[in-house]
T-cell receptor
Framework: AQSVTQPDIHITVSEGASLELRCNYS??????LFWYVQSPGQGLQLLLKYFSGDTLVQGIKGFEAEFKRSQSSFNLRKPSVHWSDAAEYFC????????????FGSGTRLSIRP | GAVVSQHPSRVICKSGTSVKIECRSL??????MFWYRQFPKQSLMLMAT?????????EQGVEKDKFLINHASLTLSTLTVTSAHPEDSSFYICSPGPTLSTDTQYFGPGTRLTVL
């Protein structure tokens, strides 16, 4: 069955500290992978996506993610977080062959400690 | 600028009434529309997939007679929550579908439904 697991429900980091949000997926084929951010009261915003090629993907706002096929992981990282990064982060997976059906993980809420 | 709009952004209704949510793709034609539901502090769950001019396909556990989806044009899809109950209170999000191979998947800003 297709699934996305985000093991961390809530993470708190200090402003300026590094960040890594974990994501593992289970998929029958090679998937498309995404990270989205949702700020309170806001819609989803795409941070980055992996379709193929270089397994280290750069996104907006200084985020990056690395696709590791052997570990079925697509962890999100940022070297130095800002207070404005506080939000809910969703990892998602989609099929290469179907039209845009996306399965979301349960989300990780990021809080920033001043 | 926004490429997907939803109307209304918030709606409060009484139990038993019906609510219609509109989703418009502004910059492209959407042959496929995905409707998601997000309960408080939870993730987005796909409710149904519709293709323009044909019946929607509903995910397991989603009542097709309760959540009516119309996708009559390439730029407009509507979700009607019929005979709404408090447990239907949620955040409803549409996502028009270009294929994954072509571009970013866009999402609407969402509609917050509160059923009293």
């Amino acid at each position: 069955a297709q699934s996305v697991t985000q093991p961390d429900i809530h993470i708190t980091v200090s402003e300026g500290a590094s960040l890594e949000l974990r994501c593992n997926y289970s998929y029958g084929a090679t998937p498309y992978l995404f990270w989205y951010v949702q700020s309170p009261g806001q819609g989803l915003q795409l941070l980055l996506k992996y379709f193929s090629g270089d397994t280290l993907v750069q996104g907006i706002k200084g985020f990056e993610a690395e696709f590791k096929r052997s570990q079925s992981s697509f962890n999100l990282r940022k070297p130095s977080v800002h207070w404005s990064d506080a939000a809910e982060y969703f990892c998602a997976v989609g099929a290469r062959s179907s039209a845009s059906k996306i399965i979301f993980g349960s989300g990780t809420r990021l809080s920033i400690r001043p | 600028g926004a490429v997907v709009s939803q109307h209304p952004s918030r709606v409060i209704c009484k139990s038993g009434t019906s609510v219609k949510i509109e989703c418009r793709s502004l910059d492209f034609q959407a042959t496929t529309m995905f409707w998601y539901r997000q309960f408080p502090k939870q993730s987005l769950m796909l409710m149904a997939t519709s293709n323009e001019g044909s019946k929607a396909t509903y995910e397991q556990g989603v009542e097709k007679d309760k959540f009516l989806i119309n996708h009559a044009s390439l730029t407009l899809s509507t979700l009607t929550v019929t005979s709404a109950h408090p447990e239907d209170s949620s955040f409803y999000i549409c996502s028009p579908g270009p294929t994954l191979s072509t571009d970013t998947q866009y999402f609407g800003p969402g509609t917050r439904l509160t059923v009293l």
